[in-house]
């Protein structure tokens, strides 16, 4: 299984969109600072997550997530988060 996933910072008032295989390992990467992008909004909160059967699913939803579309639809569901 493939997931992509919003995780928000509520110290940087942002959000980060990624794709894992592993949801628990990689959410553990980023609030334990091994993630350079994300070191400095530690703690991050997984705010949404969708599962796929395939990478192939997971990147397209990741790389639609983040455009402008993308961010509308998030907007839409969450408010400012997205």
């Given at each position: 299984m493939f997931y992509v996933y919003l995780i928000f910072s509520k110290k940087l008032n942002k959000k980060y969109i990624g794709m894992t295989d592993d949801l628990r390992k990689r959410l553990?990467?980023?609030n334990?600072?091994?993630s350079n992008f994300t070191s400095k909004g530690m703690p991050w909160?997984?705010?949404y997550y969708e599962v796929f059967k395939n990478k192939k699913d997971a990147l397209r939803e990741e790389s639609f997530l983040k455009t402008g579309k993308g961010r509308?639809?998030?907007k839409y569901l969450?408010?400012?988060v997205a």
């Amino acid at each position: 299984m493939f997931y992509v996933y919003l995780i928000f910072s509520k110290k940087l008032n942002k959000k980060y969109i990624g794709m894992t295989d592993d949801l628990r390992k990689r959410l553990g990467e980023h609030n334990s600072g091994k993630s350079n992008f994300t070191s400095k909004g530690m703690p991050w909160e997984l705010t949404y997550y969708e599962v796929f059967k395939n990478k192939k699913d997971a990147l397209r939803e990741e790389s639609f997530l983040k455009t402008g579309k993308g961010r509308e639809r998030l907007k839409y569901l969450f408010g400012r988060v997205a």
